[in-house]
Structures are given as C-alpha cells and as structure tokens.
C-alpha cells in the first residue's frame, strides 16, 4: 500500500538525526559565533565535508531558532493525577508562552492525552527547555511535537 506524503517538515528527536546534519548545525553555530571566519575552517573543525556542509545548510536548524511568533502544538500522554495539568500549564507560564487551545481526552485505564497549542511571543524562554521541563514532570509518558507554524 502506498501512502502519498505531502509534508515538507518535520520534527525529530535529536537522537533521531543523523551526526553528518548535527555537524552542519554545529558548523552554522560557529560561523555565526565568528569563532571561525569561513566555511572551510568551520567545516575542518566538526569534522565534515565543504560539500556536505553546502548541501544541508538550508534544510536544518535548532528547533528554538527563528521560532518566535510561531505557533507550536504539542501532543502528551500524562497520567490521571491530580495537579498534573496544573503543573504542565505552570511550565508553559514560566516560559511566557501564551497558551492558545487546549484538549484533554477522558482518562482511559488513568492516562489521558493532552493536546496543546501555544503560541511563542517575543519574551518566551527556549521553547525546545519548556518542552524537556514538561517532558520530565512525573506522571508524563510522553511529548510529541505534532505542528509549528
């Protein structure tokens, strides 16, 4: 069966993404830095190709980057425990992130799913911390990033 797959982006794991792209991340990281001043040098350093540096440049980049005035919606299995959403919602207003929708689902067997929107205004914390403050919270199974406009 063939599926048709029209998405031009996707968000993966760090631990997902091949060590040739994350190299070229860091190279980008150090050009900006100005701790190196050409392509050749930044490349020489993290231990890839001029080549494979030009190819990737324009197609990865940190999730936080450029990502203000964006919409993030994010997908997480949390357990049915009292204070649980309060403490997901604190994370996000410590972050200033301004919470547009959210969906929870009726606990099923005490785990629930929790859609959430926010929207990432000028002031907002490193967007990817929040999602690991969450992530981390006891009685969280998981946190899927589903969309970023």
Not at 53 to 67: A, E, G, S
Not at 98 to 123: E, K, R, W, Y
Not at 126 to 136: L, N, R, V
């Amino acid at each position: 069966m063939e599926m048709s797959d029209n998405s031009k982006y996707y968000v993966v794991k760090k631990k997902a993404v091949p060590e040739v792209l994350l190299k070229v991340v860091e190279a980008k990281r150090l050009l900006e830095s100005e701790k190196v001043m050409t392509v050749n040098e930044a490349t020489e350093k993290v231990g890839i190709s001029r080549s494979s540096f030009y190819k990737y440049k324009d197609d990865i980049f940190p999730f936080h980057d450029n990502v203000r005035g964006k919409t993030i919606t994010f997908v997480l299995q949390m357990e049915d425990i009292p204070g649980l959403l309060s403490k997901v919602l604190q994370k996000i207003a410590e972050y200033k992130a301004n919470l547009l929708t959210i969906h929870q689902t009726i606990p099923i067997n005490g785990v629930a799913s929790l859609t959430l929107s926010v929207d990432i205004i000028q002031g907002s914390g490193d967007i990817s911390k929040m999602i690991e403050t969450i992530e981390i919270l006891d009685g969280i199974h998981y946190v899927k990033i589903l969309a970023r406009e």
